[in-house]
């Protein structure tokens, strides 16, 4: 778990919603008998856990937008883009597409949930009055044209004060937005990575904590959006990487997820079971690095902050996390997160 702009962008260059079709489809021929059950599963596995760490973002930037230094306009819709599969053509046919953009999750409670009409698979034909299927797709696996989209929703979504979404059917839905912490939660289609770069949190599908319960599950996206909320990418790149500095920025992510986690609705000692499961279970190799705590010290700051979030909560009932991590950066470039009252 890092905050590292150079590896998430790495990251997903290379395999961002590329994976959960390349694997069986590459070694697919049209020839062949193509098993459209088994694509359609593989799709279906993907859109699950994206669904779950978009349910569990939308809670956290939701709840705590009251206290992210950005907020942004946001609908809590995710679409799918025929072009980013391994086999555009397969993948269209499996979900039964004739062309390329779909509903690919409603995150819970958001507007575009409360709307009723974003199913999943559901096809879209218009962001306002724009066919996205007009804009040209690379080649297999080009994620580009999926971000013009989500970036096209959120210029309407700041410029008109909502969007309206065309369906294929010839039916459409007006939603409009609330305020969010200004952070994008993107699935990537392989691997165990959790990372953060300013802008985006994106984790692996093979990251373990997809196995967990929802709260527990949360404390992993809560530390990465903690990264981004407290502009860590920025501060390392001003001050420089040292594993001094490293070890600073992530235990005060680590310190904000029980307060992320509360505004939320979710059980702050939950962000502590978080560290103690996963770190006792896969931490061990990447912890000989020593850039980070171990687990047991990080669940140990992390423990600290429950009773002055348990405080915070029974005067008003948020968790103002503001003041606590306010930052204070000397001319000398040292990190002073100065705890607050
Ligand atoms: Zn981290």
Known sequence: MRASRAAAGGLIGATLLAAPLSAPLSAQSYSSAIDYAAERAAIAHYQDADQRLQDVGWQLARGNAGFCPRVVPAIGLQLQDMASYGAPAIARTAIGLAGDFAVQTAARGSPAAQAGAFVRNREIARLERLDPNQWPAGKAMDWQRLVWAHDHIDAMLTEHGGITVGFADGSEARVRPVEVCATRFELMGEG??????????????????????????????????????????????????????????????????????????????????????????????????????????????????????????????????????????DPAGSLAAKPGK
């Open 192 to 329: 165990k990575a959790a990372v953060a770069d300013g802008a985006r949190v994106v984790i692996g599908i093979d990251f373990p904590a997809f196995a967990y319960e929802e709260a527990v599950f949360a404390g992993v996206v809560a530390h990465e959006l903690a990264h981004n909320v407290l502009g860590h990418d920025a501060w390392l790149d001003q001050n420089g990487r040292s594993r001094r500095h490293v070890r600073r920025i992530e235990r005060e992510a680590d310190r904000l997820i029980p307060w992320l986690l509360a505004n939320a609705g979710y059980d702050p000692s939950a962000a502590v079971t978080f560290m103690t499961r996963w770190g006792s279970q896969h931490a061990a190799g990447f912890l000989t690095v020593r850039k980070h705590d171990g687990w047991d010290e990080r669940a140990g700051f992390i423990a600290a902050e429950l009773p002055i979030i348990a405080e915070a909560m029974a005067h008003g009932g948020r968790a103002d996390w503001v003041k606590h991590f306010r930052r204070e950066i």
